[in-house]
């Protein structure tokens, strides 16, 4: 197999082959080892072709620990491609510096800015602006050797506590200040999680301290799933782990601070139609 145009890194003492926007990967798809390794990384190769692009970023998934997820951005630079790790850590708490929310911008999905009592977009630049409440949670998370802030957005949030924040925005302050933190937010301290976290080139800016989370499973469910699965496996059949840590294939993050959450391109709002919707004044 030829690969071209690679960024070599030191890795936890091993060296890495970081893919860039100019790695192409040329082989016989024929070969048993070739096709095993399309299989790991979520891609497939062209039938007229046979190359592999990696622009999309290689999909392989590695369950990383907080100390390896901040030396994979120390070791590498914005030409980096995407990447997803699997991260399984303890919730210490909820960060109240930032709230717990923000208020959309319902047609372009950024964060509104305030000023004195009306909201304002300065992407859409228009007067007539309608936000939604949505959440913004940092969670300080431990996995027993260090500590992180992982950022989750209301899409995940929304699953994981089965409430929408504006419900429990005027639950918790009919002033809609936001700052008592609602009590499924302060449950979660204690529970363990496998958070799947995607670095982008957004992240390696030297301002950037937190990881966005893009899924949430709750580490006991993961366990019970696990269990059930193998014990449907017949025997002498080897089974593919999931979680399973691997020292090849590349990952991802993506990395925010203040007000740059909701401009680095949030999840999707789903159903926002069906959330009570703020009008500017």
Not at 15 to 32: A, I, M
Request: charged residues 25%; contains cysteine; negative net charge.
């Amino acid at each position: 197999m030829l690969v071209t145009t690679v960024n070599p890194k030191l890795f936890g003492g091993n060296l890495y082959l970081n893919s860039t926007q100019g790695t192409r990967f040329f082989f016989d798809p024929k070969l048993p080892e070739i096709a095993e390794f399309l299989s790991s990384v979520g891609a497939a190769s062209s039938p007229a072709f046979t190359c592999v692009d990696t622009l999309e970023g290689i999909k392989r998934k590695e369950l990383v620990s907080i100390e390896e997820l901040n030396a994979y951005i120390s070791n590498s630079d914005e030409q980096t491609q995407e990447a997803d790790f699997l991260c399984k850590a303890l919730v210490v708490g909820v960060n109240q510096e930032n709230g717990w929310f923000f208020i959309s911008c319902t047609k372009c999905h950024k964060k509104l800015e305030r000023s004195g009592t009306s909201l304002s977009c300065s992407r859409c630049a228009t007067s007539d602006v309608t936000g939604v409440v949505m959440f913004l949670v940092e969670l300080v998370v431990d996995d027993g050797k260090d500590s992180a802030t992982f950022v989750v957005f209301d899409k995940e949030m929304t699953k994981l506590t089965g409430k929408e924040a504006v419900v429990l925005a005027l639950d918790e302050d009919p002033n809609g200040e936001g700052d008592e933190l609602p009590r499924c937010l302060e449950e979660l301290a204690g529970k363990e999680f496998v958070f799947q976290i995607r670095v982008m080139p957004f992240n390696f800016t030297p301002n950037h301290r937190t990881f966005t989370v893009s899924t949430i499973t709750e580490y006991n469910t993961l366990e019970t799933c696990g269990k059930e699965h193998d014990d449907n496996i017949l025997p002498n059949r080897e089974a593919e782990v999931t979680l399973a840590a691997s020292s090849s294939g590349q990952s991802v993050l993506v990395n925010m601070t203040g007000v740059e959450y909701a401009e680095a391109n949030p999840p999707e709002v789903e159903g926002a139609q069906k959330k009570r919707k703020l009008s500017s004044e």
